[in-house]
């Protein structure tokens, strides 16, 4: 299995905290992703990385922040979390872009 | 409106039975993944298919990559209850685009 971990798995926030969401990866892949998922809609990209300092934003990428300051690790951040932010969240993993992705395990957010 | 829609989206049958899964779209894309998903985990890849008419075999699962590049076909043989999950089509290149779509899924029960 690919080295690849989430936290936390759970979480419960109220609206308009902050929340931080981590990725961390042992395989030295250069490309990282992070998706929602909900009922009906499969996976939707939030933003990706390329690289170290390097992100770009995916379809779902409003109300989400996203750092990578070294390559082990990405990190999705919710400024203010609102009631339509609750879902799962996966991390995914790549050596190339959009080539075979490994995914976490998710972390489930609920935003009351 | 899905750039990739599956059907169908939930199917419910006998141990034993053969089955197919569909992932269609009006785009042309690169290539095209498969993924399965358990319950609380994260997908987890089953193949990649990239020429148009591709055929991939993986032990009892049959998947293939139409002509045109525009649709994919997952069949599973003498279905098992281990085959119980949530398919997921993924498509690279739709539109033109740089990215990578996920279909919404196609949740399958297999009933002892």
């Known amino acids: 299995d690919a080295g690849i971990t989430q936290s936390p798995r759970h979480k419960v926030t109220e609206t308009g905290t902050p929340v931080t969401l981590r990725c961390h990866q042992t395989?030295?892949?250069?490309?990282m992703y992070w998706y929602r998922q909900d009922p009906g809609h499969g996976l939707r990209l939030i933003h990706y990385?390329?690289?170290?300092?390097?992100?770009d934003k995916g379809e779902v990428s409003d109300g989400y922040s996203v750092s990578r300051s070294k390559t082990e690790d990405f990190l999705l951040t919710l400024e203010s979390a609102t009631s339509s932010q609750t879902s799962v969240y996966f991390c995914?993993?790549?050596?190339?872009?959009?080539?075979?992705?490994?995914f976490g395990q998710g972390t489930r957010l609920t935003v009351v | 409106t899905q750039l990739l829609e599956q059907s169908p989206q939930f199917l419910s049958i006998q141990e034993g039975e053969n089955l197919t899964v569909y992932c269609n779209s009006s785009?042309?894309?690169?290539?095209l993944q498969w993924y399965r998903q358990e319950p609380g985990e994260g997908p987890v890849l089953l193949v990649t298919?990239?020429?148009?008419?591709e055929v991939k075999k993986l032990k009892r699962l049959t998947f293939q990559f139409g002509d045109a590049r525009k649709d994919s076909s997952l069949h599973i043989t003498a279905a098992q209850p281990g085959d119980t999950g949530l398919y997921l089509c993924?498509?690279?290149?739709?539109?033109?685009?740089?990215?990578?779509?996920f279909g919404q899924g196609t949740r399958l029960t297999i009933n002892p």
């Open positions: 995914a993993i790549s050596r190339d872009r959009w080539a075979e992705a490994f």
């Open positions: 298919v990239v020429t148009g008419g």
């Open positions: 993924a498509g690279e290149g739709g539109q033109g685009a740089q990215k990578l779509v």
């Open positions: 395989e030295n892949h250069r490309y």
């Open positions: 785009s042309v894309f690169s290539s």
């Open positions: 990385s390329y690289g170290v300092k390097d992100t």
